[in-house]
Nanobody, 119 residues
Framework: QGKVVESGGGLVQPGGSLRLSCQASGLTFGNYALSWYRQGPGKERELVARIRTVGSTHYGDSVKGRFTISRDDALNTVYLQMNNLKPEDTAVYFC?????????????WGQGTQVTVSP
């Protein structure tokens, strides 16, 4: 079965940068839209960024201009480059891969990786 695994989280100072990675296995990577979600303490899960199979992207308003999502289908990996990090970016970041075909849904979630932005 399909699986996605995040990595790259950690502690960073405000204004700093991190790059998250999510590597997939057991699925046809090029058929999936890939997304990063996050859930901060006491907050609801929110969509951070999404990249479709053709490469078009969407960003949440709170991260637009600071974060960049990209994918490398040869490596079965999606990235989230996070620049100018703010304390409010502190959250568990989750990777998601989803695909719809003839009414069937394929959806995989990673375990999450913690990002903490603090002086």
């Amino acid at each position: 079965q399909g699986k996605v695994v995040e990595s790259g989280g950690g502690l960073v100072q405000p204004g700093g940068s991190l790059r998250l990675s999510c590597q997939a296995s057991g699925l046809t990577f090029g058929n999936y839209a890939l997304s990063w979600y996050r859930q901060g303490p006491g907050k609801e899960r929110e969509l951070v960024a999404r990249i479709r199979t053709v490469g078009s992207t969407h960003y949440g308003d709170s991260v637009k201009g600071r974060f960049t999502i990209s994918r490398d289908d040869a490596l079965n990996t999606v990235y989230l480059q996070m620049n100018n990090l703010k304390p409010e970016d502190t959250a568990v970041y989750f990777c998601n891969a989803e695909h719809y075909s003839l009414g069937d849904r394929y959806n995989y979630w990673g375990q999450g990786t913690q990002v903490t932005v603090s002086p």
